[in-house]
């Protein structure tokens, strides 16, 4: 590694569906400094005028050298992270945004996967930190996640992997976006868990009366935040539902550490606040389903460490890697 490049910040950039977040991070992964802009998430153009913005805001209120910018976005790229193929929130559809990007910022750049940012800011400054091989998982909306082994990133094959949520756990079970049905992320993840709740609510209305109430009797406006929050607050039921995702959780790492027998295994994304709520659970599954129980150890399974700003951090330092290294991570 380059010592120059090593010791200087970088900027991150994490492109959600409403903002574009971004921040200069330092080698010890301290963000030193932040800002932000709106998403327009319709047209590419303006998207891009945000991240321009929000890069040309933080490089001028620093003042000093940068290693280069690096770009987590949501969505699937290809596997040198050139191309965004797909972007489910926002206008990218086969979309060369490194060489778009490149032509406006004029400095080194990474580009990849969101959660391949986080999962590289969890390995290296937080929860996965050394690990020979880690699986990091992302519980939101959906479930995604990234994968690194002997100090790399991995991408692979085609740039998709880590699309963890696409598992079919129970056949011809729910319709996932995707167009599958049974996928783990129809199991446990935040829109599950309020699916779930959705249909007990719909079967037996007395049983979750408490939950009806939080949202004045308006079924569709119970979501997982809701449920989450009831748990919290004491609400049987939705301690018990919350039990029920964290086992399916539990029941997709002990798939996963089938096939890539993991070190340790992060939880990120917004259900991992909740911790032990869900880890719990999930590790009691993980027990009792993992392939070889008995005679094997199983992965650790641990809480993320660095909560939303794990994305703009790992971006940072990847192209921070990147330009040090001589070659794309």
């Not at 979750?208 to 004491?234: N, P, Q």
């Not at 539990?250 to 911790?275: H, N, R, T």
Request: aromatic content about 4%; charged content about 20%; proline content about 5%.
């Amino acid at each position: 590694m380059s010592p120059d490049a090593a010791q200087l910040p970088a900027l991150g950039i994490d492109i959600g569906g409403t903002k574009v977040a971004g921040g200069v991070v330092a080698p010890d992964g301290a963000i030193l400094d932040t800002a932000r802009r709106a998403t327009p998430g319709k047209s590419v153009s303006k998207t891009e005028d945000s991240i321009a913005a929000v890069v040309d805001e933080l490089a001028e209120r620093h003042g000093g050298p940068l290693v280069g910018v690096g770009v987590g976005a949501a969505g699937w790229f290809d596997r040198t992270g050139d191309t965004v193929l797909f972007s489910p929130h926002l206008a990218w559809r086969n979309q060369e945004l490194r060489r778009d990007l490149g032509r406006r910022l004029h400095r080194p750049l990474w580009v990849g996967n969101d959660a391949d940012a986080a999962a590289w800011a969890e390995y290296r400054y937080g929860a996965g930190r050394g690990a020979s091989l880690m699986v990091m998982i992302t519980l939101g909306t959906g479930i995604g996640g990234g994968l690194v082994i002997d100090g790399r990133l991995q991408r692979g094959a085609h740039g998709v992997v880590g699309e963890w949520g696409h598992m079919r756990v129970v056949p011809d079970g729910r319709l996932c976006a995707c167009g599958n049905r049974g996928c783990w992320e129809q199991y446990a993840s935040g829109n599950a868990l309020g699916q779930t709740a959705r249909d007990v609510a719909t079967k037996s209305p007395a049983a979750a009366a408490s939950l009806l109430d939080r949202v004045g009797g308006d079924l569709g406006r119970i979501t997982g935040e809701v449920v989450a929050k009831a748990a919290a607050e004491g609400d049987p039921l939705a301690d018990e539902l919350l039990h029920e995702v964290g086992s399916w959780l539990g029941q997709g790492i002990a798939d996963i550490s089938a096939i890539l027998d993991p070190e340790v295994v992060v939880i990120g994304g917004g259900l991992s606040v909740l911790g032990e709520t869900v880890l719990g659970p999930a590790r009691e599954r993980l027990e009792r389903a993992l392939p070889g129980r008995g005679f094997r150890p199983g992965p650790r399974v641990v809480a993320a460490e660095l909560g939303a700003q794990a994305g703009l951090v790992g971006a940072a330092d990847l192209v921070r890697c990147a330009v040090s290294d001589g070659e794309q991570q």
